[in-house]
């Protein structure tokens, strides 16, 4: 049932303060401010690295969840696509656990990337939205996303809720490495608990002026998403969402990479999104962001109260955002990302359900 809602995806957007807060609410204890979760046979404190795999936008989240458990909790994190770690026969040696996400539980190069590391005796975590699937019983330790059922191909809702669970986990993490303090951890919790809070707020407020914006971009044949650090997953995420609903060709890259090939393709005809709240990159995107400027390309920035004040220069549109924590961030800043592809794709009236070619579960490979 769609409700009100022209589209599952736009209902499965609107929904996410309600299912991330109640995703949340099963890790994290509020009263005590601290992450409260059983991390079953996946021993944290003493592994060596953590291998993690997945497809399509469930590994852009891992992707996300490398630079937390890497930066909170000092673990080394090696991501692949779960097409390709099936087959790149990775030496599983010393100490290691192996994680996996996805929406639906049965993705078939999600799954045969479990069992390559199952029958080499790694500890196995899943993240996982359907608690009946196929990795969810075969792994060790499950650790639900509670988005409900996600109808719309394009994943959303099921997204943000992955990401609030690897932050959990790079929490507990962190914690059990020694390498998060309390203070820290409850200085984090506190952003996560009044994270989904915002949600709403943050869609009434962006969606008309992304609704204008769509229709200018509806022009386009070509988009490009920059970001740094958790900006870049989030970069290629928009990228894939803005593919696969509107047919639009668009690629993400990290914005370091600028130079080093996609700055080739810039001008009028190419407009640049930017994803770069105020964090500890935001001068080096910045640079990159001018460097577009100054070939002619428009550019769309996605950034937060501070960075619009901050930002050098004039933009074809700025959405902006509230200040948030950096664990917090990327949650945030993947509904403004969501809303372009959707609003764009609407507008050029394609199935945004049902994109041609695609299926919501890919149990083939
Ligand atoms: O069910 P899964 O999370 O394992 O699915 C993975 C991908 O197929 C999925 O995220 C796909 O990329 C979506 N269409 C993205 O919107």
Redesign the pocket.
Known sequence: DKGNHRHFMEKEIHEQAEVVSHTLSNYIDFAEGKVRLDTGQLDFANLDRLAMS??????YAGLIGKYWFERFARLPVEIDVASEFRYREMPLTGRMAAMF???????AD?LASLRYCRDHSLPIGAVV?VRESTIARESDAVFPTLAGPEIG????K??TCQLSVLAALSMIAGRERGTLSPEDESVMVQALVEAPRLFNEVIRDIEPQIETLSRELARFKDVLYLGRGTNFPLALEGA??LK?ISYIHAEGYAAGELKHGPIALIDENMPVIVIAPHDRHFEKTMSNMQEVAARGGQIILITDEKGAEAAPLETMATITLPVVHEIVAPILHALPVQLVAYHTAVFMGTDVDQPRN?A???TVE
């Open positions: 997945a497809c399509g936008t469930a590994y996400i996805s929406q639906s539980g049965e993705t999600t939205n191909v394009a994943s959303t099921a997204f894939l969402k696969e695609l919501k579960s890919v």
